[in-house]
Each structure stands twice: as structure tokens, then as C-alpha cells.
């Protein structure tokens, strides 16, 4: 029998044990905080749909019921990755909204606040990033169909302890203040900051390589896999969920070489790539945006929007300016990054195409000599 592929292979082969975003904890707590307003009892443990379709359940480690409102909590559990909300209290509390409103996200304590522009979330609006709301609002809409209510609530996410441990993030330095994000696009954490991720990675070329492919895609997560799939229509066993780990895919490439790579990934993550970086990861590299207002003035940027691209909060608000004015630096990353790879790669017959995206899986930048 073949050998799974894919990012669910390489979790296999890693030997590592998956964990739960944020975002899927908070979406568990609210689940079971609404059903108890609705029906006076937690389910627990209360099971919630992932955005892949997956039915996980959570035991709950907090639970209160009172006059117009009810609160639940979950522990996050990351697996075998060192996240530093492992461990971490995350809370709902529900209460009844105004009518015809939906769902109303709060920042509770230990949740940050968006103050500066570049997120992917309006200043002002709790940092709750939009997967982990859509989970919620389809949470809310199940119970609300199963027990007859209307799913016009108020939900206010909290984690214990969130302000101090978000000082040991770049919360506080993208203008998330008060707090850490919910986060999440799959619900899952996959625990990349270990050699055993790296291992997977080979092993994922191996597997790809014996199955005959002749075309891999090094994807940065799950948004920038689903990209490289509608580009370029290639099966499972032929994606490597590389991570922040762009050169383990690299090196071990130029050993064991398949004919074409595609590097797909986010903007942000993408630009270190351009920089030089090989790992990827926030704590081992951070986005250049003096490099990134240099490649702006190259791609015809004039000193005002050099100057408000190095200035930025965020490498998605470069990106974002430079569109606006016409300056292709999304493309401009693309082919730097792409020139980065091609240097590890010097002596290997490996061809090279590199797509950028931002946080919604909008194409921001390509470079693709073989125009596929």
C-alpha cells in the first residue's frame, strides 16, 4: 500500500501529537455557553465543526450560569508544539443580543484590541481573526437551530492571563494591545518547531517522489495549500506542509530533486524568504520593511510611498499601499524570494515558482517564468 502524503502524512510520520487553535477552543466555549443560556445545562464535552469538516469534542474547565448570561472555558492543549497559549484558559460568556443582529464579538480580559491598520481586522474591532468568527457564528447558528433560539448574542472571548503572556508575542508591536488573538484557519495546530517537522518534511519529498510527481508545492499552511491546488491542480501526496521551514524543503530538494517547486505562501512569510531567511518563524526572522521599501522604490515607488512602506505596521498594509498606487511589490517579493530559493538550489535540476497571498488567499504576488 502507498504511503499517505500530504500534510496529514507528514503529522503521521512526525510522531507528533496535533493540538487546538485558539479559535477552535473559543468556538467550543461559546457552543457550550449558549447552549446552557438556551437550556439551562453544558454539554460537556461539546463537539463543534472545524472548517475541514472535522467533529473534535472538548471537555470544559469553567462553567457558569447566571441571570442573562453563561460562560464556559476550555484549556488550550497544543499538542506537542511549544505555543505559548498551551495551557492557556480561553472563555466565552453569551448573552442575549439585540434582535436581527447576529453574532457581536467582545474582547474580554486577555484579549487584545486592534488599534493600528494593516490586519486583517478594522481598527477598533476585538482580535478575533475571521476564521475563528466564522466558526463561531456557525456554532451559534447550530445550537440556535437545535434549541430554538434566535442567534442574536453577544460573545465575549477571554483568556486567563492573556495580557502577560501576549507581552511574549508581536501582539504589542503590531498594535494588538490588552491581549492575545484568536487564531486559527483549520481549527488545528500542527506542531512545526521541532527536528521531528523537519524529518516530515523529507519524508513527504520521499513520498512524493515515489509516487512519480514530478511537480511539489512547499506551502506555508493551509490557505496558501488550497492556492497552490487551484493553481496548478495538484494531488495531496504531491503538497509538503513545510511550515516556517522553507529551507529544509530546499536543502533537501537539491539532494533529492524533483523537476518543479512551487513556494506558496503568505505575503509576510514570503518577503523573509526574499530577504535570505530560511526559517521562517516570528521568532527567528522578522519583515524587513526598509528591504520592502527598497524593492518598492525599485518596482517605481517615488519617496512618499517608499517612506509610508517603511513605516507600515504590517507586510499586508506594504502590499496593500503598493497596489493602491500601482507598484507591483507583491510580484517584486515573488521574484526575490524565488532567487532565494534558486540559490539553494544552484546545481540541482529543480525549476522554481513562487505565489504570494494575503490572509483571505487573494494571489498578491506571482513569479512563474513557465507562466503555469
Not at 438556551?38 to 472538548?58: C, H, M, N, W, Y
Not at 464579538?105 to 486592534?114: D, E, Q
Not at 520593511?289 to 518598492?296: D, R, S, T, V
Request: charged share 20%.
Amino acid at each position: 500500500m502507498a504511503e499517505a502524503g500530504g500534510r496529514a502524512g507528514q503529522l503521521k510520520s512526525s510522531g507528533l501529537r496535533h493540538g487546538w487553535t485558539t479559535g477552535a477552543c473559543a468556538t467550543a466555549a461559546t457552543g457550550a455557553a449558549y447552549t446552557a443560556l438556551l437550556t439551562g445545562a453544558f454539554p460537556d464535552p461539546v463537539e463543534i465543526t472545524l472548517p475541514k469538516g472535522q467533529r473534535p469534542s472538548f471537555a470544559l474547565a469553567a462553567e457558569e450560569l447566571a441571570d442573562g448570561w453563561a460562560m464556559a472555558g476550555v484549556v488550550k492543549d497544543a499538542g506537542d508544539d511549544p505555543d505559548v497559549t498551551h495551557g492557556a484558559l480561553i472563555r466565552s460568556t453569551v448573552r442575549p443580543g439585540a434582535p436581527g443582529e447576529g453574532v457581536v464579538f467582545r474582547a474580554g480580559p486577555g484579549v487584545g484590541t486592534v488599534t493600528k491598520a494593516g490586519l486583517p481586522l478594522p481598527v477598533g474591532e476585538p482580535a478575533i481573526n475571521p476564521v475563528p468568527r466564522q466558526m463561531i457564528r456557525d456554532t451559534v447558528a447550530e445550537v440556535a437551530a437545535r434549541h430554538g433560539g434566535t442567534g442574536d448574542v453577544v460573545v465575549e472571548i477571554s483568556v486567563d492571563h492573556g495580557e502577560e503572556i501576549a507581552r511574549s508575542t508581536w501582539n504589542p508591536r503590531l498594535g494588538i494591545l490588552g491581549g492575545l488573538s484568536i487564531l486559527g484557519t483549520t481549527g488545528i495546530v500542527v506542531p512545526y518547531s521541532c527536528s521531528a517537522w523537519i524529518d516530515s518534511i523529507r519524508r513527504g519529498v520521499d513520498v512524493a517522489r515515489a509516487a512519480g510527481r514530478t511537480h511539489v508545492a512547499g506551502c506555508t499552511g493551509s490557505t496558501s495549500e488550497k492556492v497552490a491546488v487551484a493553481v496548478h491542480g495538484l494531488p495531496e501526496d504531491a503538497l509538503l506542509d513545510m511550515g516556517d521551514f522553507a529551507g529544509a524543503v530546499l536543502k533537501y530538494l537539491k539532494r533529492h530533486p524533483v523537476p518543479r517547486l512551487t513556494i506558496a505562501g503568505g505575503f509576510a512569510k514570503l518577503s523573509k524568504l526574499a530577504a535570505g531567511h530560511l526559517d521562517l518563524h516570528s521568532a527567528r526572522s522578522q519583515v524587513d520593511k526598509g528591504y520592502l521599501a527598497e524593492l518598492a522604490r525599485r518596482g517605481g515607488a517615488g519617496p512618499e510611498l517608499a517612506a509610508a512602506v517603511a513605516a507600515a505596521n504590517t507586510g499586508l498594509e506594504a502590499v496593500q499601499l503598493c497596489a493602491a498606487a500601482g507598484v507591483p511589490l507583491g510580484d517584486l517579493v515573488a521574484e526575490e524570494a524565488r532567487a532565494t530559493a534558486l540559490g539553494v538550489l544552484t546545481g540541482s535540476p529543480v525549476a522554481v515558482d513562487v505565489i504570494c497571498i494575503d490572509r483571505a488567499g487573494t494571489i498578491v504576488g506571482r513569479a512563474d517564468p513557465a507562466g503555469g
